[in-house]
């Protein structure tokens, strides 16, 4: 019987994972099909768990903190960060969340930082943004958010300035802005203050080069885009369902 494993979101025709998991499948002679769950509300997922056929599910935006509550248990990094991206379905379809981003963004992470950066700032506040922080939590780098509609912990892109940018040689876009086919798009961060000692990792994959990341490049910044993060905590997926 052919194992179905998918992804659950919103607006999701461009998959990185439905053509990963496919060519996976395909290469490795695997009699699984990876398929595309779009939802427009997060209340349809009741329909789709009635499928015993599904074995396990990525879970990407919008839907990473509202899925929480379908869920019979939560791993306890997933609990941690708050935020779920694997779902294992258990044998009697009992349903387990998990986080697999923290680990694909530390792991693709380490090769671009070194001891000198020990702040970050975040770009953004959502489900992808929780993993983020907990996986710098991790690596001893301080964290700020930077949200549109700031708590009393965040800061606004307009109090951005020569002396935070210069403080924070980390930076990290979380938000979709710069996602195909908006490409031009970008966060409004003052980018005439960046250095050759700063590092923009751009979670976007699509396009491989944003225009937040060419901003960084013409500074002479160290960047790079989503893609190797995906592919490490697809396998990390991989891995959850099948232990």
Known sequence: MTKIYGLLGKDIGYSFSRNYFSEKFEKESLDCQYNNFDLKQIEGFT????????KGLNVTI??????????????????EIGAVNVIKFNKNQQLTGYNSDHYGFTESLKPLV????KKALILGTGGASKAIAYALNQLNIQYTFVSRNPDFEELSYSTLDEDIIQEYKLIINCTPLGTHPN????PDIPYEYLTKFHVLYDLIYNPSQTTFMKKGIEKGAKTTNGLKMLVLQAEKSWEIWNK
């Open 47 to 54: 329909k789709i768990i009635k499928n015993s056929d599904i």
């Open 62 to 79: 919008p839907y990473k903190e509202e899925v929480i509550s379908y869920l019979d248990h939560l791993d306890p990094v997933a609990k």
């Open 114 to 117: 070194n001891k000198t950066i």
């Open 183 to 186: 490409v031009d798009s970008y």
